[in-house]
């Protein structure tokens, strides 16, 4: 191994030009991103919300100010001030599409953006490109968190087609990487900007994609085992308790990095599944998917029973007086017909091998039938695709809420919390706009309950996020996250 090297296992085999902050639906995408552009601001491993592009932030009245760190310039020497920010913004919104927070309803709600020379009044360039502005009616107390999403990276102008919108290039980025090395088949090269704020000698001085093979979730662990990849990533498809055990069968080659328990298995019922069976019918099914799932997995390292979806750190956690009353009614309640019912189930990358349990369910639900896929219920045509919706799917998505917007925003742009029919955007809209921090938390915990309460999503088990790296490489990464940021990876 190279000493300055870091080969990466990494699930996707698409070239560069595949990922772009405006469509992120998968976490493997938002890894890329974040390693080769910037944010205004971001969070520390500890949670702590800070600078990043922009060296300060502040709120002057109703004005969001960034002052923007001198200095910052791409690897050929294009130096990234205010006006990269607007343009960045003005792309976002031309666009659209982004996943972690709808901005402009924030900034411009009511003026359709067509070409970057158009005017968002609200946004502004001042003191000669030095420091950037949101120009508001009233403080948003959403923004500066909402800003850390990679949806909001900083992209150069000059690595943007001015009619098109693409990005023409990854070379000049605002990250602490760019692509040396472009590959059709994913074997992506990145490089450090030494000039960038997160750049040191002791952070990989080279990073290699090692594409894995998405039709067997253990390959990245093969890869790893053959010397053939480094670090294995926070998102990879390898159940937790898989890499607990390898780090301890390998405590002299490979560190193993855990965040907290945010990682969180589902059941969540499509609106096919909302409309085909009642409560009582979704209450006997999530039940008899807990037990089941449970039994099969709580006696392996890493897993944990829950009874919730956002960890009690959060601020969205539930009470016990909450807690009890849901769990009264799923054990109270019997719907034994649907057991015979015709079940769809799409299972999207929920746990290794997860074939050789379906029996198991089966043996409950005779006439169930799964189909694992890629797709998100939510963000699917399904005509265009020719695909049948159906009547729930099994996921495992970080829950881990710290008071920010975008992983509320992603969970409302598929089927997923318990509301009316266009309820999500005015509930979004009255959140955020709210500036009482513990009737924001009354709020969120109302929906939580509420979800729960109507069978809408049953949790049924939480682990960690897990990433392995070979040593002489040290982990310094978030516990609050799961992202693979590679600058948070070093050698002392």
Request: with cysteine; charged share 25%; aromatic share 14%.
């Amino acid at each position: 191994m190279e000493t300055e090297k870091l080969r990466v296992a990494f699930r996707y085999n698409k070239p560069a030009e595949y990922y772009d902050p405006v469509n992120i639906s998968f976490a493997t995408e938002y890894d890329f991103l974040e390693n080769i552009y910037s944010t205004l601001v971001e969070y520390s491993p500890g949670g702590e919300l800070v600078g990043a592009v922009a060296e300060s932030f502040e709120w002057a009245g109703t004005e969001a100010r960034f002052k923007i760190r001198q200095g910052l310039r791409t690897i050929d020497g294009k130096h990234i001030d205010a006006n990269d920010v607007e343009m960045s913004f003005k792309r976002l919104f031309i666009l659209g599409g982004n996943t972690h927070g709808d901005l402009k309803e924030i900034v411009c709600p009511n003026i359709k953006l067509k070409s970057f020379s158009d005017k968002c009044p609200e946004m502004q360039v001042r003191d000669g490109g030095q420091t950037f502005v949101f120009k508001l009616k009233e403080k948003k107390v959403f923004l500066f968190p909402m800003l850390a999403a990679i949806d909001f990276a900083i992209i150069p102008r000059d690595s943007v087609d001015k009619y098109t919108f693409k990005i023409k290039g990854y070379r000049n980025t605002s990250g602490p990487y760019f692509v040396s090395k472009d590959s059709p088949s994913g074997q992506i090269e990145l490089a450090p900007n030494p000039v960038h704020f997160h750049y040191s000698p002791k952070i990989p001085q080279k990073v290699v994609f090692v594409p894995s093979d998405n039709h067997n979730s253990l390959d990245s662990l093969s890869l790893f085992s053959e010397n053939k990849a480094d670090f294995i990533t926070t998102t990879d498809s390898i159940p937790p308790d898989i890499m607990i055990s390898f780090a301890n069968k390998h405590k002299k080659d490979a560190e193993l990095h855990s965040t907290h328990a945010i990682d969180t298995f589902m059941l969540i019922f499509t609106k096919k599944g909302l409309h085909r069976f009642s409560e009582n019918e979704r209450f006997t099914i999530g039940r008899e998917f807990k037990r089941i799932f449970q039994e099969d997995y709580l006696n392996k390292p890493g897993y944990e029973a829950t009874d919730q979806l956002f960890p009690a750190f959060g601020g969205g956690g539930l009470s016990q007086e909450q807690l009890f009353t849901i769990k009264s009614k799923m054990s109270t309640i019997e719907s034994s017909d649907v057991k015979k019912k015709v079940i769809t189930v799409w299972n999207m990358n929920f746990t290794n091998n997860f074939e050789a349990t379906e029996a198991d369910y089966k043996k409950v639900f005779s006439a169930i039938k799964f189909k694992k896929t890629g797709k998100i219920p939510g963000r699917v045509d399904y005509a265009a695709e020719k695909l049948s919706e159906p009547d729930f799917y099994l996921a495992r998505s970080d829950m881990g809420f710290q008071e920010d917007i975008n992983l509320l925003s992603y969970y409302f742009g598929m089927d997923f919390f318990y509301l009316p029919k266009g309820g999500q955007k005015p509930w979004l809209r009255k959140y955020v706009s709210t500036q009482d921090k513990q009737e924001r938390l009354r709020l969120l915990r109302e929906l939580h309950f509420q979800t729960l309460l109507h069978a809408t999503v049953i949790p049924l088990a939480k682990t960690p996020y897990t990433a392995l790296v070979r040593k002489p490489w040290t982990f310094h990464m978030s516990k609050f996250h799961a992202n693979d940021p590679v600058w948070r990876i070093s050698q002392e």
